[in-house]
């Protein structure tokens, strides 16, 4: 892909902008193969792909994914270079996955989440929560109904520091030594945005909070968090998830 043209994304306003720029480099993805079994209860929805998408299950198959496809609690989903997606999840929640990135989706269970043939029966009440794993590259991410009670029902794992919401639209990029589309090459580390709300950042160096506006820098697990008076290019700016439909 033109490096122009990634460079671009961070001025694009609308996820309609984002398709039209990536259409002509993006690959189209094969087809579906069979998602994990069919009473299981689906995390979510892709409500956009471009390029070329994966989901991997916890037995190790891979499917690729498709708008209007399902992803489910186990899968780890995965973005090929020039590809993006876009995931709602069942309690209204979002992430907006970056090129190149694996994301897995460790635990996530809704109690609004019902398998569309299922029997109604009685079941005993479940915790809900929603807990997810950040392994390479980023994303960015509206929350939902999960946590805004409970925040300790919703955390991202990254290699870095455990990110937790307060309310909240953030962005978060991993680097390590993979962020070459950006010129100078950042530092390795996790760099994290936010839009509105807060996050809170944990790690080995203890725990930091990340409000509207703000953005912040963590070279590693032992390291503190760094304010940054700028957005880092490392993180150019993904459209609002709310709006890629």
Excluded at 62 to 87: C, F, H, M, Q
Excluded at 160 to 169: E, P, S
């Amino acid at each position: 892909m033109n490096r122009a043209i990634v460079r671009s994304l961070a001025s694009l306003a609308t996820c309609a902008a984002l398709l039209a720029a990536l259409t002509a480099y993006a690959d189209v993805p094969a087809g579906a193969t069979s998602a994990p079994g069919a009473t299981a209860t689906a995390a979510g929805t892709a409500t956009l792909v471009t390029g070329h998408v994966n989901a991997a299950t916890p037995a190790g198959e891979i499917r690729d994914l498709i708008k209007g496809g399902p992803v489910y609690s186990g899968e780890v989903i995965i973005t090929a270079a020039s590809s993006y997606v876009n995931i709602e999840f069942s309690d209204g929640g979002r992430v907006l996955l970056r090129p190149q990135t694996r994301f897995s989706i460790e635990r996530y269970q809704y109690a609004g989440a019902t398998p569309a043939n299922a029997q109604a029966v009685a079941q005993p009440a479940q915790q809900e929560s929603a807990f997810f794993r950040l392994l390479k590259g980023g994303f960015r991410a509206v929350s939902g109904l999960i946590g805004h009670t409970r925040r300790e029902d919703y955390a991202v794992q990254t290699p870095v520091a455990t990110i937790g919401i307060r309310g909240t639209d953030y962005e978060v990029r991993y680097c390590a030594g993979d962020c070459t589309d950006v010129t100078p090459v950042p530092q390795d580390g996790l760099y994290a945005g936010v839009q509105s709300g807060a996050i809170a950042l944990d790690n080995q160096a203890g725990s930091s909070t990340t409000t509207a506006g703000q953005f912040v820098f963590i070279a590693g697990a032992n390291g503190a968090s760094v304010p940054l008076a700028l957005r880092p290019p490392a993180l150019q700016l993904l459209p609002d998830p709310k709006t890629c439909n």
